[in-house]
């Protein structure tokens, strides 16, 4: 179940920062036309959105549409502003839902997770929180992404997001 992210200031001094809206889906279960649509609808949506980047947080162990549906998507998610994390831990990404989290530009993974292709995550994050600010700075889809600062907790320097994150 998806929890909500708190964006850590007010939305007008997270825009100024530059830092957009990430929209978060979540894939869960077999990938059917119904959440094919979905996924569709959510890409396009956040492509039409300057500054806007979308993450689907995937949990899938296949598709039930055609092999051209699962293609169609992961050509949408390669050209739009797409990242995928593959979570909670013992998520999976496997059958052609893995295909989807291939074709993304960015990639993440929370630990104890299994992705059947080869796909080096380019974020290692035990939540989505911690994908989302490990995203900081990172071109996605042609959007580089200011999801977070440094700020000085108790001594110790920690990154917190200053992105609107919305679900």
Known sequence: MLAAVVAAMPRAEAQAAGSGTVDVIEVSG???????????????????????????QLNSG?????DRTVASLADAIRRGPVAVWVGPSGA???????????????RGRAPGTRVAVTVHPDVDAPTLGDFIVGLDG?????RTMHTARVVQRGGQPRREPVVQVRF
């Open 30 to 56: 077999l990938l059917d036309p119904v959440l094919a649509d979905f996924v569709g609808h959510a890409v396009r949506d956040v492509e039409r959105r300057p500054g806007a980047v979308l993450v689907i």
């Open 62 to 66: 296949g598709a039930v549409v055609s």
């Open 92 to 106: 999976r990404a496997t059958g052609a839902t893995a295909r989807l989290a291939a074709a993304a530009g960015a």
């Open 138 to 142: 990172r071109s996605v889809g042609g």
